[in-house]
């Protein structure tokens, strides 16, 4: 069983929608970090979060910590937002541990 | 700041060949890592520094050696290149080592084709 699980694999969005990206995971956690890839390949850090809530712009991330889950929205979608999200662990053994992304394509 | 860059962003290798992919960090970041990408699959770790003289094995670690001789640098070589290291190649710095409770800054990533 993998230590993380992100649904869905394959996501397609018309602009303007509210979109629900989820990270489901299976081991003791210190962290949670959501990442965004772009298509060219580059991969940026969107959130950190070992608890609640956080708002970036249009993007949340939540966490609970009791159900080993998390999700990532966007609301009022745009086509730059079409990439690869990435749910990633720091397990509490110091380890990283990373989802194998959603593929997220926001259509105008 | 320039973060993390990565070099080269391409490159093409014989079955055999040996080479070097660069990674330099412009934070002071104690912890970097390498990790690779292939087609679907999450990011494998295969080699981490908690700091200047230390490394450690990843989860992906045969056919590649790292040092780390500077807080700075954190180069990554192929020992005997084989067409199984065909992959997209990815540095990562953070501030504070241990249980990746910092926010991780990626270079630009190197693609790299084994034939």
């Known amino acids: 069983k993998n230590e993380v699980e992100q649904s869905p694999q394959n996501l397609t969005a018309q602009e303007g929608e509210f979109i629900t990206i989820n990270c489901s995971y299976s081991v003791g956690i210190s962290a949670l970090h959501w990442l965004q890839q772009h298509p060219g390949g580059g991969i940026v850090s969107l959130f950190m979060l070992s608890s609640g809530k956080k708002k970036h712009g249009r993007l949340i991330a939540t966490i609970n910590i009791q159900e080993k889950h998390s999700s990532l929205h966007i609301t009022a979608s745009h086509p730059r937002d079409s990439a690869v999200y990435i749910c990633s662990l720091g397990g509490s053994q110091g380890n990283l541990i990373f989802g194998k992304g959603t593929k997220l394509s926001v259509k105008p | 700041n320039a973060g993390v860059t990565q070099t080269p962003k391409f490159q093409v290798l014989k079955t055999g060949q040996s080479m070097t992919l660069q990674c330099a960090q412009d934070?002071?970041?104690?912890?970097m890592s390498w990790y690779r990408q292939d087609p679907g699959m999450g990011l494998r770790l295969i080699h981490y520094s908690v700091g200047a003289g230390i490394t450690d094995q990843g989860e992906v670690p045969n056919g590649y050696n790292v040092s780390r001789s500077t807080t700075e640098d954190f180069p990554l070589r192929l020992l005997s290149a084989a067409p199984s290291q065909t992959s997209v190649y990815f540095c990562?710095?953070?501030?504070?080592?241990?249980?990746?409770?910092?926010?991780?800054?990626f270079g630009p990533g190197t693609r790299l084709t084994v034939l």
């Open positions: 934070m002071n970041h104690e912890y």
């Open positions: 990562a710095s953070s501030y504070s080592p241990g249980l990746f409770t910092d926010t991780q800054y």
